[in-house]
């Protein structure tokens, strides 16, 4: 069984126009959830995780994320992107005490 | 800190050779991770070491895959022979502690003829 679902391959945005990056993931008693970046041609970079705490994570470059346990969700967010925000987006989980699993990733495509 | 270092950074090789990848993770980290991204399969966990043992190795494809970590700053991770379809990304990582960040090299780009 999946452990985390990254459902959109591909989207496309204008530059300064918000977006929505989404990750849901398999139901479990204690998960850990990470968001991760990849540029082209360079390894991946955290963005923000979630461990426990507030549900409301904050990460680097503007982005954030909300962890919502009834809708087993930890959707990626920024207001406003840039151009220099294309680029793979990995939702990671580790779910009970076993290995952090990767989504299939989100290309996140900004145009002018 | 230097972050994750990894060499090669590309590599080209014939069939049926072998294939040596090495990794040095960050200083301190005591957990150390192997992966392997593809277009196909994405990004699969090999192997991963805590305090130079391996812990988990579920993830190897097959015996001709094997890593090896002889002291805290050095892994290895080896193809022999090599297949054209091991030709993939190999991404080391490391962490202080499991459930901590994971700190990524910027990856051996492998192709295998």
């Known amino acids: 069984a999946q452990s985390v679902t990254q459902l959109d391959s591909q989207v496309p945005v204008f530059e300064e126009a918000p977006v929505e990056l989404r990750c849901n993931y398999s139901?479990?008693?204690?998960?850990?959830l990470f968001w991760y970046v990849q540029y082209p041609n360079q390894g991946l970079q955290l963005l923000l995780k979630?461990?426990?705490?507030?549900?409301l994570v904050k990460g680097i470059n503007g982005f954030e994320a909300e962890f919502n346990k009834s809708q087993t969700s930890f959707h990626l967010r920024k207001p406003s992107v840039h151009i220099s925000d294309t680029a793979e987006y990995f939702c990671?989980?580790?779910?009970?005490?076993?290995?952090?699993?990767f989504g299939t990733g989100t290309r996140l495509l900004v145009s002018p | 800190d230097a972050g994750v270092i990894q060499s090669p950074r590309h590599e080209v090789t014939e069939m049926g050779q072998e294939v040596t990848l090495r990794c040095k993770p960050i200083?301190?980290?005591?957990?150390l991770f192997w992966y392997r991204q593809t277009m196909m399969r994405g990004l699969e966990l090999l192997i991963y070491?805590?305090?130079?043992?391996?812990?988990?190795d579920s993830g190897m494809p097959e015996d001709r895959f094997s890593a090896k970590m002889p002291n805290a700053s050095f892994s290895t991770l080896k193809i022999q022979p090599s297949e054209p379809r091991d030709s993939a990304v190999y991404f080391c990582?490391?962490?202080?502690?499991?459930?901590?960040?994971?700190?990524f090299g910027p990856g051996t780009r492998l192709l295998v003829l």
């Open positions: 990671a989980v580790i779910l009970g005490f076993q290995k952090l699993v």
């Open positions: 200083s301190g980290h005591d957990y």
């Open positions: 139901s479990s008693v204690s998960v850990y």
């Open positions: 979630y461990l426990s705490g507030s549900t």
């Open positions: 990582a490391s962490s202080l502690e499991y459930l901590k960040t994971q700190y």
């Open positions: 070491f805590n305090n130079n043992v391996p812990i988990d």
